[in-house]
């Protein structure tokens, strides 16, 4: 039963319902922490040689796209999801603000049809925590497949804090408070509570960076503002 939030067709009707709201609710919610964490989880990148090939996994409506293409400004961008919600406005994006230029692909990450030994760099904010451990080790095989040797990944999701303190405020921020404002945006606040839902399980990325380091690629843990966030990153070293 419980696995069943983690069912790919469930988690993409929850991403549906919540396209219309998204972008707006993580503007007013963020204090402006996703855009510096949106910048900081690609600082370890290092600057190509080359035109770049990217890959921002489970893109959303492009939220990472400007700090990507800030980052990364000789590059070709290509991104992936799977909700027609959530794609509808990252096509939008792509054509008033990037001049068409972003390939965006609709497919399912656990099942892509994506070139092997293709990209320099992959890049995903914010959807680890609707894959359960299993499917965490099919990404990361993917993850493994699609990256050139040599090539660089990094992935940060919101997680619970060590700190007691800030734990149950974040908590109650993320469980009570984030909720009213889907209430007051959606007029529904059950699917923002569900995101509190897979936080709660997802805790942090440690578990992630050490499936993400079994499957062979070089994969280190980080931490942003006092384990708010956090997430890894790392290289494809060999095949
Ligand atoms: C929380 S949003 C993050 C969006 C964006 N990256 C950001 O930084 O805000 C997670 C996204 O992952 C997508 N997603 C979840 N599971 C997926 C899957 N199996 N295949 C493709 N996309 C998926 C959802 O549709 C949703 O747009």
Same mark, same amino acid.
């Given at each position: ?19 219309? $709201? ?23 990148? #290092? *600057?190509? &040689?080359?035109? %770049?090939?990217?890959? #921002? ?9 400007? %700090? ?6 000789? $590059?070709?961008?290509? @991104? ?9 406005? +990252?096509? *939008?994006?792509?054509?008033? &603000? ?7 692909? =609709? *497919? ?12 320099? /760099?992959?890049?995903?904010? /914010?959807?680890? !925590?609707?894959?359960? %451990?299993?499917?965490? =080790?099919?990404? +990361? ?7 050139? @040797?040599?090539?660089?990944? $990094?992935?940060?999701? @919101? ?16 469980? =009570?408070?984030?909720?009213? /404002? ?8 059950? @699917? ?10 997802? #805790?942090? %990325?440690?578990?992630?960076? #050490?499936?993400? +380091? ?14 708010? +966030? ?5 290289? !494809?070293?060999?095949?």
């Amino acid at each position: 039963m419980e696995n069943n939030i983690y069912n790919p067709e469930y988690v993409k009707g929850l991403f549906n319902e919540m396209s219309s $709201s998204y972008e707006r609710m993580n503007f007013i919610t963020s204090f402006g922490f996703t855009i510096r964490w949106r910048r900081q989880f690609l600082e370890q990148f #290092d *600057q190509p &040689k080359h035109k %770049a090939e990217i890959i #921002d996994l489970l893109t959303g409506m492009g939220e990472t796209w400007k %700090a990507t293409k800030n980052k990364l400004p000789n $590059s070709n961008l290509t @991104v992936l999801d799977f909700s027609d919600g959530m794609l509808k406005y +990252a096509k *939008q994006k792509s054509k008033q &603000k990037f001049d068409n230029e972003i390939n965006v692909l =609709q *497919q399912d990450v656990l099942k892509n049809e994506l070139s092997s030994s293709h990209y320099d /760099f992959v890049t995903c904010a /914010f959807g680890l !925590k609707t894959f359960n %451990a299993e499917q965490l =080790q099919i990404l +990361a095989k993917e993850t493994k497949r699609i990256l050139k @040797v040599g090539g660089q990944f $990094s992935f940060i999701e @919101v997680s619970k804090p060590n700190n007691k303190l800030l734990k149950t405020l974040y908590g109650f921020y993320l469980g =009570q408070i984030i909720p009213v /404002f889907g209430r007051l945006l959606l007029g529904n606040p059950e @699917v923002y509570k569900m995101l509190w839902q897979y936080t709660n399980k997802f #805790d942090n %990325a440690k578990n992630a960076t #050490d499936i993400f +380091a079994q499957t062979g690629l070089t994969t280190n843990f980080n931490s942003y503002f006092y384990g708010c +966030a956090t997430g890894f990153y790392g290289t !494809k070293t060999e095949e």
